[in-house]
């Protein structure tokens, strides 16, 4: 366990720690994305926030492995169950820098919160808020001072993504 580390500015939530599992201190993890491609899967350590109001914790993973939807890990410094019930309800951060890279094309959503987004014509529609998933497609909610456009985040209708600059091209109509 780490103590006097400095907190990294860029953690991004990646899950939570949903139980103990077994005996020997390991916990169950939720991971926010699907486990078997879940961020969390390369991590060497993690930043755990427990309670309300708690300071991030680094904490190394000496063990981790799938078990269904979610993912079971050893923690070092947590030795039993009840240590492990103890983390219950953590929600566990990585820093984005330990992201692994991604291939051309793909993004890593928390890298679309920000950027602005404009028409092909240079219609401005405002910023990314959240990216959402409604299950078939990932949406952009995208919000300015007046209105949020809902856009669906697909080839069809996005030209294009230049993280640099933090704007997204697309093509899309207010009315639509």
């Known amino acids: 366990?780490?103590?006097?580390?400095?907190?990294?500015?860029?953690l991004v939530e990646v899950g939570r720690i949903a139980d103990a599992y077994g005996l020997g201190g390991w916990v169950?993890?939720?991971?926010?994305?699907?486990?078997?491609?879940?961020?969390?899967?390369?991590?060497?350590s993690?930043?755990?926030v427990t309670g309300i109001g708690a300071q991030p914790r680094r904490r190394l993973i000496t063990q981790?492995?799938?078990?269904?939807v979610a993912l079971v890990a050893q923690i070092d410094g947590c030795a039993d169950r009840d240590a492990a019930?103890?983390?219950?309800?953590?929600?566990?951060?990585?820093?984005?820098?330990?992201?692994?890279?991604?291939?051309?094309d793909e993004y890593y959503w928390v890298d679309l919160i920000g950027?602005?987004?404009v028409s092909a014509d240079g219609t401005a529609f405002g910023t990314v808020a959240a990216v959402e998933d409604f299950g078939a497609d990932p949406v952009l909610r995208v919000v300015d001072a007046a209105l949020e456009t809902l856009?669906?985040?697909?080839?069809?209708?996005?030209?294009?993504?230049?993280l640099e600059s933090r704007r997204i091209v697309?093509?899309?109509?207010?009315d639509y």
């Open 1 to 10: 366990m780490q103590s006097n580390e400095a907190v990294p500015a860029d």
């Open 28 to 44: 169950k993890i939720a991971p926010h994305e699907a486990a078997p491609g879940s961020v969390l899967r390369t991590a060497l």
């Open 46 to 48: 993690c930043w755990l």
């Open 64 to 68: 981790q492995r799938l078990q269904g």
């Open 85 to 104: 019930l103890a983390l219950k309800g953590s929600a566990v951060f990585l820093s984005r820098a330990d992201f692994p890279a991604t291939a051309p």
């Open 115 to 117: 950027c602005a987004v």
């Open 151 to 162: 856009i669906p985040f697909v080839a069809a209708h996005v030209v294009s993504v230049e």
């Open 170 to 174: 697309v093509d899309w109509q207010r």
